[in-house]
C-alpha cells in the first residue's frame, strides 16, 4: 500500500514539474528570412524578432550573443538544426537559434512553420522540461499539435521565461 501511494505521489509531482501548452502561432506580416530546417519541418523567422529577442537578453545580463545578430533583411539564411545540444555547429547562427532566441520565438508564438507537404502549421504544443535550482537553461521541446512529433528542441535562458517581445519595438 505505501508503495502505491508513493508512486502515486511521483507521477502527480512529474506531471506538475513538466509544463506543456498549446501555442497560436500568429501571423507574420512581413517576410520571415531566417529558415531553420528540423526533422521535415521548415520553421522560419523575422530578423526584427531575433535582434529584439537577443535585446532582452542583454536587458537580463545575458551577454552571449552580442548586441545584434548583423544579419542582413535583405538576405535569406537557411540552417539545419538536429534534436540534441551537443552538436557541433558550423556557423554562428545555429546556436543563436537552438541555444538562445528559437524556443522564445517559438513560445511567443512568431514563427511561420510549413511542414514536408509544405501545409502550414497554425499551433504547436511546447513541453518545457523541469528545470534545476540552479541551472540557467530551460529546455524545451515543441510538436505539431496534429499529430505529436517533434519539429524543434532546444533551450532558452531561464530569464526570457516571463518577458514578452512588446508590441512597440
Known amino acids: 500500500m505505501k508503495y502505491?501511494?508513493?508512486?502515486?505521489?511521483?507521477?502527480?509531482?512529474?506531471?506538475?514539474?513538466?509544463?506543456?501548452?498549446?501555442?497560436k502561432l500568429h501571423n507574420l506580416w512581413a517576410k520571415p528570412q531566417v529558415h531553420v530546417l528540423f526533422e521535415g519541418y521548415t520553421l522560419s523567422f523575422k530578423i526584427k524578432d531575433i535582434n529584439r529577442t537577443i535585446e532582452i537578453l542583454n536587458e537580463i545580463g545575458d551577454s552571449t550573443f552580442?548586441?545584434?545578430?548583423?544579419?542582413?533583411?535583405?538576405?535569406?539564411?537557411?540552417?539545419?538544426?538536429?534534436?540534441?545540444?551537443?552538436?557541433?555547429?558550423?556557423?554562428?547562427?545555429?546556436?543563436?537559434?537552438?541555444?538562445?532566441v528559437g524556443c522564445f520565438l517559438l513560445l511567443?508564438?512568431?514563427?511561420?512553420?510549413?511542414?514536408?507537404k509544405k501545409k502550414k502549421i497554425k499551433e504547436i504544443v511546447a513541453?518545457?522540461?523541469?528545470?534545476?535550482?540552479?541551472?540557467?537553461?530551460?529546455?524545451?521541446?515543441?510538436?505539431?499539435?496534429?499529430?505529436?512529433?517533434?519539429?524543434?528542441?532546444?533551450?532558452?535562458?531561464?530569464?526570457?521565461y516571463n518577458k514578452d517581445l512588446g508590441i512597440h519595438y
Do not use: H, W
Open 4 to 23: 502505491a501511494l508513493l508512486l502515486t505521489l511521483s507521477l502527480a509531482m512529474f506531471v506538475e514539474l513538466s509544463a506543456q501548452r498549446t501555442i
Open 66 to 100: 552580442g548586441a545584434t545578430s548583423g544579419l542582413d533583411t535583405l538576405r535569406n539564411y537557411p540552417l539545419e538544426l538536429y534534436p540534441g545540444l551537443r552538436l557541433q555547429y558550423r556557423n554562428r547562427l545555429q546556436p543563436l537559434m537552438q541555444r538562445g
Open 108 to 116: 511567443s508564438g512568431q514563427a511561420y512553420i510549413v511542414n514536408k
Open 127 to 160: 513541453n518545457i522540461l523541469p528545470v534545476n535550482g540552479d541551472d540557467e537553461l530551460a529546455y524545451v521541446n515543441f510538436y505539431d499539435s496534429k499529430n505529436n512529433k517533434l519539429l524543434f528542441s532546444g533551450c532558452m535562458p531561464v530569464g526570457l
